[in-house]
């Protein structure tokens, strides 16, 4: 596959995403779920990772190949550091496709994150 080819991936409908976490005003959040989201904040916290999120998730078809991403003012090898700590994080799921890798933000990130800070009643 070549890095010009647009590849359609699946549209999430509502159903198909669920929150990690309660949100914030449900109640006390447990350990674990703390944890999670602690990672997910730490990682964003980072402008770099902030920015190389923003790129894949506004990318066109949902996903970014790196060859697409990789221009954030920094080297090479700190994308790559920078994009690890996303997806360890679990934020950004990837694919390699021959020499590309390819980033989507994870199905649920961003509605679980939007739940738990969501302060409506």
């Known amino acids: 596959m070549s890095k010009s080819e647009v590849v359609e991936l699946p549209v999430l ?3 198909d995403v669920v ?3 309660p949100p914030i005003t449900a ?3 447990s350990p674990a779920d703390a944890e999670k989201m602690a990672a997910m904040f730490k990682a964003l916290s980072d402008p770099v990772r902030l920015r190389l999120f923003s790129k894949i998730a506004s990318h066109p078809g949902g996903e970014a190949c790196v060859c697409d991403i990789a221009d954030v003012g920094v080297s090479q090898p700190t994308v790559s550091h920078h994009l690890k700590k996303l997806r360890e994080a679990g934020l950004l799921t990837s694919e390699r496709r021959g020499t590309w ?3 989507q933000v994870a199905p649920s990130v961003v509605a679980a994150m939007a739940a738990l ?3 409506r009643d």
């Open 19 to 21: 929150p990690c976490c």
């Open 13 to 15: 409908q509502d159903s």
């Open 27 to 29: 109640g006390e959040l």
């Open 101 to 103: 890798v390819y980033y």
């Open 117 to 119: 800070l969501d302060l």
